[in-house]
């Protein structure tokens, strides 16, 4: 089942950013796309989520164009977490975590079912919020409100999960503990997971798969151990490094970094 873009073309009024792009996304993994600053990351991201159209070509999943879903449709098939989600005012956890339920629901539906309740209170249980649920989302820490956003992501179940560094305001014990939980996620559940992660040391260790972008196109595309080179990171980010193996995950992992 396809997943990916097809000869997309994305610009922001008359600035074009993608010029010519295809690529396609590999179902039931991790994949981590990476570049510089301003790179064109969040724009690919959004256009494969469909919050930005693209001027050319199109964004396909299961051989159908993005544009031809329902709302309803896509939302049982992709969630997306954008950078710096806006949290409604007052809104508790449970009642937050509870709007990724949307495409279950009847229109007619007051109360959440039993169905919904049971798959919101699991995943809050796997994502360590299920003790603050009454609390205001308002109230937390930037880091249990980030966890409290991928919990509502998790919880609308669908195949394709795209999130906008995930892992910002997080510590490092709460970054492993995401992106671990991200990964089981795809691993045993067959998700689609793709992030954009500055964090190359996460990359290296968490990602299957990495898309390596530089000036709106993609220069590298594959598996983590291809990709993750001293090579791809001088091309990509223009540092001299030196990558080594992590012993712990038996993973790449940048050793030295050469002054700039
Ligand atoms: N809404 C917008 N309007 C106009 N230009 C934009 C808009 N969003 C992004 N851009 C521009 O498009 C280019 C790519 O931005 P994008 O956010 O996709 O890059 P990025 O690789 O995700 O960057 P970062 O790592 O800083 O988040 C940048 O030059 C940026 O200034």
């Known amino acids: 089942m396809y997943f990916g873009a097809k000869n997309i073309a994305v610009s922001y009024g008359k600035t074009n950013i993608i010029k010519n792009l295809s690529v396609e996304i590999p179902r039931g993994l991790t994949t981590a796309i ?13 256009t494969l989520g469909r919050l930005i159209t693209p001027d050319q070509g ?25 950078q710096s989600p806006s949290t409604p005012d007052n809104i508790t956890v449970m009642d937050l975590v509870s709007l990724g339920r949307f495409p279950y629901q009847k229109l007619t539906m007051t109360r ?38 991928i919990t509502l992501v998790l919880a609308q179940d669908s195949e394709i999960i795209l999130l906008d560094e995930p892992t910002t305001y997080l510590d490092i ?16 559940m067959k998700k689609t997971v793709v992030y954009v992660l500055h964090d190359l040391s996460l990359v290296a260790r968490f990602a299957d798969q990495i898309i390596a972008m530089k000036d709106g196109d993609i220069v590298a595309n594959g598996l983590t151990d291809d990709i993750f080179t001293e090579s791809v990171i001088k091309d990509v980010f223009g540092i001299t490094v030196e990558i080594g193996r992590d012993s712990y995950a038996d993973t790449p992992i940048i050793v030295g970094v050469k002054n700039v």
């Open 34 to 46: 990476i570049g510089k600053n301003g790179s064109g990351k969040t724009t690919l991201l959004k």
């Open 173 to 188: 014990i709460h970054q492993m503990e995401v992106l671990t939980l991200l990964k089981i996620f795809a691993k045993k």
């Open 58 to 82: 199109h964004i396909e999943l299961d051989e159908v164009p993005l544009s031809a879903y329902s709302n309803i449709a896509l939302a049982k098939k992709l969630a997306m977490l954008p």
């Open 112 to 149: 959440l079912s039993k169905q919904d309740y049971d798959a919101i209170r699991r995943v809050m249980m796997e994502t360590n919020v299920w003790d603050i649920r009454t609390k205001k989302v308002a109230d937390l820490s930037g880091g249990q409100r980030q966890r409290v956003w």
